[in-house]
């Protein structure tokens, strides 16, 4: 949050998906102010909910297998985190 924004970039996805409409998403935030992310993606859908649901950036997405990455960077700070992988709720 150094410069005051938090971008969400679908531009390096292998399946564009409207990109008539960007392929990026900024919100405004308060600059230098810690920031929490929570961030949810399945097969078709990512969500991210910023300091406790402040800010939500929703994107479709279509991840293809071996698609598995999350690229967060920035200027400053420390990044740490969890991973859950979630079981399908469908019955095979």
Request: hydrophobic content about 30%; some cysteine; glycine content about 8%.
């Given at each position: 949050?150094?410069?005051?924004?938090?971008?969400?970039?679908?531009?390096?996805?292998?399946?564009?998906?409207?990109?008539?409409?960007?392929t990026?998403?900024?919100v405004?935030?308060?600059?230098?102010r810690?920031?929490?992310?929570?961030?949810?993606?399945?097969?078709?859908?990512?969500?991210?909910?910023?300091?406790d649901g402040e800010?939500v950036?929703?994107?479709?997405?279509f991840?293809q297998?071996?698609?598995?990455?999350?690229f967060?960077?920035?200027?400053?700070?420390?990044?740490?985190?969890?991973?859950?992988e979630?079981?399908?709720?469908?019955q095979?």
């Amino acid at each position: 949050t150094k410069n005051g924004k938090l971008t969400l970039d679908r531009s390096q996805m292998s399946l564009p998906l409207n990109k008539k409409f960007g392929t990026t998403r900024t919100v405004d935030l308060t600059k230098n102010r810690a920031l929490k992310l929570q961030v949810f993606a399945d097969k078709s859908i990512c969500e991210i909910f910023v300091n406790d649901g402040e800010y939500v950036l929703t994107s479709r997405v279509f991840p293809q297998t071996g698609e598995t990455h999350l690229f967060i960077t920035g200027n400053q700070g420390e990044y740490t985190g969890n991973y859950w992988e979630l079981r399908s709720s469908s019955q095979n």
